[in-house]
């Protein structure tokens, strides 16, 4: 108990840090960069407040008006909303009940694992160099040597948990060691058992909740948090090289 008060002690410190060193690198911004960043901060808030999204009787019509384009168009509405923090479950919904469940499966893993990708350069291209000596921290420098080391199991756990926000856990992934690859490979495995519930469901998920899905959320989400525990109980090889945020 005492080492994991102390553990929560030094990771508060180390936020704590971090948010004055962000307060200390935004002041060195010019006024236009400053402009930039705010315009377009307020600009995804707006997106994710007031923008409605379209329900599944919305994309039937859109459908019929598209004709054979639609495919590649809710493919790609899919990947760029997923971008940021808003419900997928309307997509994945739709992408079943549009186009079947193998085609809408397939259409749901491609385009979220995608997303997820174009999320962790982004931000790791954004963030990367600044956050990187700042993960040599004690309270999380050895998560991150772990995720680097092992990181596709606590993803593709967290993935099983369908409370953990998708877009969010891309945004925290960006900024850990973890490789690209095992987090594309853990994201589109650990979203199969969620995303075919709502692909193979959807008509069940667009009115109330049935009891079989909520179990079977539940069910997943306690296999999640095994792998979790299985992940922190199992020894990791150690790397010969430092760990870095590329």
């Keep these: 108990m005492s080492s994991f008060m ?22 060195q911004w010019s006024w236009t960069r400053r402009l930039i960043v705010a315009a377009t901060t307020i600009a995804v808030l707006a997106v994710i407040f007031f923008v409605d ?8 019509t859109w459908a019929d008006g598209t004709g054979s384009w639609f495919i590649a168009l809710f493919w790609l509405c899919y990947v760029i909303l997923t971008l940021f923090p808003l ?23 491609t385009a979220l694992t995608v997303s997820a990708v174009i999320a962790l350069l982004v931000v790791r291209g954004l963030l990367g160099e600044w956050m990187r000596p700042r993960l040599k921290h004690p309270a ?17 756990s967290l993935r099983l948990v369908a409370g953990v926000p998708f877009s ?22 650990g979203s199969i058992p969620t995303t075919a519930i709502g ?4 008509d069940l998920l667009t009115g109330q909740m049935h009891p079989g899905i ?8 306690l296999v999640g948090i ?21």
């Excluded at 102390?6 to 002041?27: M, Q, R």
């Excluded at 999380?140 to 593709?156: C, K, Q, S, T």
């Excluded at 690209?180 to 495995?189: D, N, P």
Aim: glycine share 10%; hydrophobic share 55%.
């Design 6 to 27: 102390s553990w929560i002690k030094s990771f508060a410190e180390f936020l704590s840090g971090l948010l004055k060193d962000a307060v200390a690198s935004i002041s």
């Design 53 to 60: 999204l379209p329900g599944v009787e919305q994309l039937r």
């Design 87 to 109: 419900p997928r479950t309307i997509w994945t919904v739709s992408a079943g009940v549009l186009f079947g469940p193998v085609t809408g499966l397939a259409i749901s893993l």
């Design 140 to 156: 999380v420098a050895g998560i991150n040597a772990h995720l680097e080391r092992r990181g596709w199991l606590a993803i593709a």
């Design 168 to 189: 969010l856990l891309n945004y925290a992934a960006a900024l850990t060691a973890i490789p690209m690859g095992q987090f594309a490979v853990a994201t589109l495995v």
């Design 199 to 202: 692909v193979f469901f959807g």
């Design 214 to 221: 909520i179990a079977a959320m539940i069910v997943c989400a």
């Design 226 to 246: 095994g792998g979790l525990i299985l992940d922190s109980r199992m020894p990791v090889t150690q790397l010969s090289q430092g760990n870095t945020v590329d």
